[in-house]
C-alpha cells in the first residue's frame, strides 16, 4: 500500500508514510477539507520550525487558503490567528434570490484580503498552484497567475452552500469537485520528496450514514470521501518518496473550526514524528 503503517497512543488517527525529508527538495500537497483541512497548519508548523520550505505547494479549497497564507510569507502565528478566527457566522452573508447558494462569500474574501492584499502568485515567496472548477464543464482549472485571493476564493467555493463564484469569465465551484487532493498541479516542477496531506482519510471503510442527522457539512465530508475512496489511493501509490499523511480523527467534522487548535496540534504532533 503507501508504506509503514502503525499505532502511536495518543494518535492513532494518522496513516503515516516513513520518508524523511532532507532538504527544501520536495512539493507540498494539501487538500480540501474544511474545518479538517486545519490540520495543514500543524504540519507546515513543524517544517516551518524546522526551516524547510517546499519548492512548490499545491491545494485545494482549505488547503489553497493555508498554502497561500504561507506561501505570501505569512508567519505561523498570522497563520494561526487566521485559521482560529474562523467561524460560519462571521462570513455568513446570506443570499436571498436563490442564485444556486446560501453564502454569497463577500465577507470571506474581504477578509482574507486583510490578510494577503492585492497580492499576485508572482509575487508569492514559494511557488503556488491552486484548483477550482468549472461549474458548467466540469472543467479542472488550475491558478497560476494573477490575483491569489479571487483564486482562493474560487477553490474553496463549496456548491449548495456558496453561490457559484464569476471570475475570468467562467462560473467557478470548490475545486475539491474534480480534485480534492491536487497532487496532479505539482507536476512539471523537479523535485525528489512529496508531503501529501489528505485531511479526509480513506483507508478505512465508511459507515452507515445517520440520514436523520445529516446537514450540508456531513453531506460534503461524506461525498469528498466517497471521491476519496475512488481515487486517491491510487494516485498516491504511485508516488515515490513520499510522505502521505490522512486525518484519521472521525469526531474531527467539516464545521468543527471551533476545535481549531486541537487540529493544528494534531498535525504538528504528527509532522514531529516524521520530520
Known sequence: M????????RFYYFFICMVRIQ??????????GAARGIVHVGVIKRLDELGLRPK???GT??????????????????IEKFV???RIRKFLDIDLLGRGGVIKGEKFEKYLHSYLGDITFSDLDIPLRINATDFVTGEEIVFRQGSVVKAVRASMNIPGLFLPYRYQGRIL???????????????GFHFRQWIVVNPFFTTDKLDSPALGSLNVWAVVERSLRLYALSRYQREVEKLKNKIY???????????DFAKARRIIADGYELARTLI
Open 245 to 255: 499523511l490522512e486525518y484519521k480523527n472521525s469526531q474531527i467534522r467539516s464545521y
Open 84 to 86: 482560529c478566527s474562523l
Open 173 to 187: 465551484v470548490d475545486g475539491g469537485v474534480v480534485n480534492n487532493l491536487p497532487i496532479s498541479l505539482a507536476r
Open 61 to 78: 479549497s482549505m488547503g489553497a487558503i493555508i498554502g497561500s497564507l504561507w506561501a505570501a510569507g505569512k508567519s505561523i502565528a498570522e
Open 23 to 32: 532538504d527544501n527538495n520536495f512539493a507540498l500537497v494539501l487538500g480540501g
Open 2 to 9: 503507501f508504506g509503514i503503517g502503525f499505532l502511536l497512543p
Open 56 to 58: 512548490v505547494i499545491t
